[in-house]
């Protein structure tokens, strides 16, 4: 695989809040999550969503000195693997064990927000700006996978099947392009993505040797962040597939990460071996609107 350094993330000798930049640190104690510690994402106010807190089927809210406490628990029988937020600021929870995505409003009421049988186990979920919601389905004990739309209203939409274990899910900042990578395979597809959300014109856009992929965010410049599972590194690719570098963590298990902070370069990694949060500094603020 070929190596290049990019522009927009070449800049020496700069110190910020959490160190230099690329240089992962704690950012929580360790064992406050659950060993499914995932799906991290920020709400519109900056503040800092993690499930599985303490025990599985929680919620828990990171505070800016990395203490957390529990947000809200889920129905019994439900388990959180990814959050995103719609306009409203309802979160959107990727309930795998339910086969649901959940809906926690702002007064913590819980709700179906779609089901479908047809669901292996929902994982990982991304938000365009029209509200549908797109989310990996995979099949860990089959070796395979789908990926679903779902809109507005609680519609499932069968986008892909028959692919490999569908797991990280990210939108380039235009919406025009939508990255889906399976963990087993070891694989990064890109799909065109038009204005109704219907994918087309599949391309392999990166691909591995070894070690797992899991979740996955695009910086606003639509670099992606990609988590190296087992690896412990965080894989950053350019918008035309090149790998920029690979940020080495603490841990060895990274299950996904998400953009905050003030200016939305702090980057949160979940680690599923520490059952902690990691933080590391990027140059390129998260996608702007990232939900």
């Known amino acids: 695989m070929k190596f290049i350094l990019h522009a927009s993330l070449f800049f020496l000798g700069i110190?910020?809040?959490?160190?230099?930049?690329?240089?992962?640190?704690?950012?929580?104690?360790?064992?406050?999550?659950?060993?499914?510690?995932?799906?991290?994402?920020?709400?519109?106010?900056?503040?800092?969503?993690?499930v599985n807190f303490e025990k599985?089927?929680?919620?828990?809210?990171?505070?800016?000195?990395?203490?957390a406490e529990l947000f809200v628990t889920l129905p019994e029988g439900s388990i959180g693997n990814a959050i995103v937020f719609d306009k409203k600021g309802n979160f959107l929870v990727a309930d795998w064990k339910g086969h649901n995505i959940l809906i926690v409003d702002a007064a913590?009421?819980?709700?179906?927000?779609?089901?479908?049988?047809?669901?292996?186990?929902?994982?990982?979920?991304?938000?365009?700006?029209?509200?549908?919601?797109?989310?990996?389905?995979?099949?860990?004990?089959?070796?395979?996978?789908?990926?679903?739309?779902?809109?507005?209203?609680?519609?499932?939409?069968?986008?892909?099947?028959?692919?490999?274990?569908?797991?990280?899910?990210?939108?380039?900042?235009d919406e025009k392009i939508l990255y889906v990578n399976e963990?087993?395979?070891?694989?990064?597809?890109?799909?065109?993505?038009?204005?109704?959300?219907?994918?087309?014109?599949?391309?392999?856009?990166?691909?591995?040797?070894?070690?797992?992929?899991?979740?996955?965010?695009?910086?606003?410049?639509?670099?992606?962040?990609?988590?190296?599972?087992?690896?412990?590194?965080?894989?950053i690719f350019s918008p035309l597939g090149n790998l920029i570098r690979e940020v080495l963590l603490k841990g060895k298990k990274p299950s996904n990460l998400t953009f905050g902070g003030a200016d939305g370069k702090t980057c949160y990694v979940t680690l599923q071996d520490r059952k902690c949060i990691e933080v590391f500094r990027s140059e390129v603020p998260g996608k702007a609107g990232i939900r």
């Not at 599985?56 to 203490?67: A, P, S």
């Not at 819980?110 to 991304?126: A, G, R, T």
């Not at 739309?149 to 499932?156: F, S, V």
């Open 108 to 173: 913590k009421i819980i709700s179906v927000y779609c089901h479908s049988e047809k669901f292996n186990q929902p994982n990982d979920l991304c938000i365009n700006d029209k509200g549908q919601i797109f989310a990996s389905d995979p099949n860990w004990k089959e070796g395979n996978g789908r990926l679903w739309r779902i809109d507005p209203g609680g519609i499932p939409l069968l986008l892909a099947d028959s692919m490999g274990t569908t797991n990280g899910i990210a939108l380039s900042p």
């Open 56 to 67: 599985d089927g929680t919620i828990g809210k990171v505070h800016t000195n990395g203490e």
């Open 15 to 50: 110190s910020c809040v959490f160190g230099q930049y690329y240089q992962a640190q704690d950012f929580t104690k360790e064992n406050l999550f659950t060993r499914n510690i995932e799906g991290p994402n920020t709400d519109a106010q900056g503040q800092l969503f993690v």
């Open 183 to 235: 963990s087993a395979q070891r694989k990064i597809w890109a799909f065109a993505l038009d204005e109704t959300g219907r994918i087309s014109n599949k391309r392999l856009f990166a691909e591995f040797a070894d070690f797992g992929l899991d979740g996955m965010k695009c910086d606003r410049l639509g670099n992606l962040y990609v988590t190296r599972y087992d690896k412990g590194t965080v894989a």
